[in-house]
Structure formats: C-alpha cells, structure tokens
C-alpha cells in the first residue's frame, strides 16, 4: 500500500509539472532552427508561420537557418539543445533517410529528435534549362543514354538526390550528381546552364518554370502541383509506381515536455489553418498539412522503411 501511495504521489506531481511546464512556457524566444539555407521550402515554412507563433505564444519567434549535411548540422544542434526553446524545421528525410545514409552521423534522429508535427507536403520537380532540348522525361532518359550528363540536387541524401536516384535506377540510365548546399543555389547554376538539368523543389523552381526560363518535365509526387497543373506527376509521364512525396516536419529535442510540444502543435496547426497562410503557402507550390505527433511519428516510420529499401538499392552512402 505504502509503494501505491509513492507510485501516486509520484503521477500527480508529474503531472503538475507538466501543467506547469504548459502553462510558463514559453517564458524566453522560441528559435525555429530550419536545417537547410533560405529559399528552401522549411524556410518558406517557417517564416509564413512566424508571425502568427509569435502572436500567440506572446515571445519572439526566431527563424535561425543553419544548413549542411543533408540537414545533419541543423538537426545536431537541436538534438543537443536543452533550453527547451529550440524547435527543428525540415524536410521528413532527415529522419527518414539520413539514418540509412550517413554512416558517421554525431546522433541519432530518430532517437534524439521527436516530431511535434507536419508543417508542409511538398514535391521535387525535375527541371532542365531549355537548351537542353529535351520537353519530357522518356526524352531526357533517351539523352542520358546517349550522352554524358549530370543533375543538380540540394546536396547529398536529400530529397531531389533521392528522387533523381529513383528515376535512374527505374530506366537503368545514369547521370552524374552534383550536390549544392540547398535547392537555390543549385537552381541557379541550372538557369545559367553550368549543370543542365536539376530534381529540385518546386517552391524553389516552380517560378522559373512558369516564367519559361527552366522546362518542368515531372513532379515527383503522386499529385499535380497546383500551380503548374500541366506539369505531369513522374507516374504519369511514363514510370510506373513512382511516388516520392516529402513533407516538411517540425521537431523537438528528446526529453521536451508532452505538454509543451502539444501546445506548440496546437499553435502550429492554427497558423497553417489561416486562410491568409494557406493561401500564401499554396502560391510557393506548399500544400500547409498539419497533423498531431502521432500521426507524424506514423508517416515517418512507414517512410523510413520505404527509403531503406531505395537506399540500399542505389548504394547510397555517405560519412
């Protein structure tokens, strides 16, 4: 009897503090630490949720970007963090990926980061400047077989490397990476010509294409983007099957709080239900998607074992 009452003394004060921990957080500036460089679409994210956060948690909002490693760097230092104010911002391959191909990572993502909820789902899209020639996929394919070619990413292990990679290995072809510290500075070089084609994203790349300065040949996921409905799913154009969807996440170092991560989701997911946001993220090809930590947790499992299996099959492997 006396190891029950202990066993409830104990509940209800953790409990209360967790009570507590909801109701004085956040009592300093919430940092939004976003793992890749600006123009990317957690950034995008980020920034367009700010205000509103910052409305309604009554602190600052800090957007702090700190790129590198497929979003490593980032993700690192939010796993280290323990002001219980820092939150991570980035694309669902940091976890569901960067596990499978990094063989030297400093932590473990799927251990030390804990997701607080989707921000974003979003495709690449795979782009080539137009004096390239080519205006679908079965013509570049056609091109790479013939000729030596090689494609920009937003570095090693992300997802427009990933999705290029699954093209490849799907039609037996082969084209040469080069990898960028982000999808803007690799869309650039793509505009200038230096590397002719890139799988990027299209919040990055969706308004070169619409200005008809880059050719949209796909989008890699299983949907249109709305924006640029001519541009056909890669399913569509011909690869059966292919489906490679990403959504941005936000996360929380281990050890944070229940409490203060289910306040923060609660906020998180009335800023993406502003009509204004919604509408803001749908004109930069982000389609808003907020989902409980659960559900979050659920998709990422689910993703992680389908990238394993991509992974081993390209051989991808990187220190």
């Not at 976890?95 to 799927?110: E, G, I, Q, R």
């Not at 989701?265 to 389609?287: F, G, I, N, T, Y």
Request: charged share 20%; with cysteine; net charge positive.
């Amino acid at each position: 009897m006396r190891s029950l009452f202990k066993f409830l003394a104990a509940l209800v004060a953790t409990s209360c503090c967790l009570a507590a921990s909801a109701q004085t957080w956040p009592n300093k500036p919430v940092r939004l630490l976003v793992a890749f460089p600006p123009g990317a679409p957690g950034d995008i994210v980020a920034r367009m949720i700010q205000p509103a956060l910052q409305q309604s948690l009554d602190q600052p909002v800090v957007v702090d970007n700190k790129p590198g490693a497929g979003g490593n760097i980032g993700a690192q230092e939010v796993a280290r963090s323990t002001d219980g104010h820092t939150f991570l911002i980035g694309p669902d391959t940091m976890m569901t990926v960067n596990p499978h191909v990094y063989t030297k990572l400093a932590f473990k993502p799927t251990e030390d980061l804990v997701p607080v909820s989707w921000l974003a789902r979003f495709n690449q899209m795979l782009v080539c400047n137009p004096a390239v020639g080519v205006k679908t996929v079965a013509d570049l394919v056609a091109l790479s077989k013939k000729d030596k070619l090689t494609y920009a990413s937003g570095g090693p292990g992300v997802p427009g490397h990933l999705a290029m990679e699954m093209l490849l290995s799907a039609t037996s072809t082969d084209m040469t990476h080069v990898p960028y510290r982000g999808p803007a500075p690799a869309a650039q070089d793509v505009l200038g010509g230096s590397v002719p084609c890139g799988f990027l994203a299209t919040p990055v790349v969706g308004p070169f294409v619409r200005d008809g300065k880059l050719v949209a040949l796909a989008v890699s996921g299983s949907k249109r983007t709305a924006s640029l409905p001519n541009v056909p799913t890669m399913a569509e154009a011909g690869i059966a099957g292919y489906d490679a969807t990403f959504f941005e996440t936000l996360s929380a170092p281990r050890g944070t709080p229940p409490a203060v991560i289910d306040r923060l989701q609660q906020e998180v997911a009335k800023a993406l239900a502003d009509p204004k946001v919604r509408s803001a993220l749908a004109a930069a090809d982000l389609e808003p998607v907020a989902s409980t930590p659960a559900e979050a947790a659920r998709q990422m499992r689910s993703d992680s074992d389908k990238w394993r299996v991509v992974v081993a099959k390209v051989k991808l492997q990187l220190d």
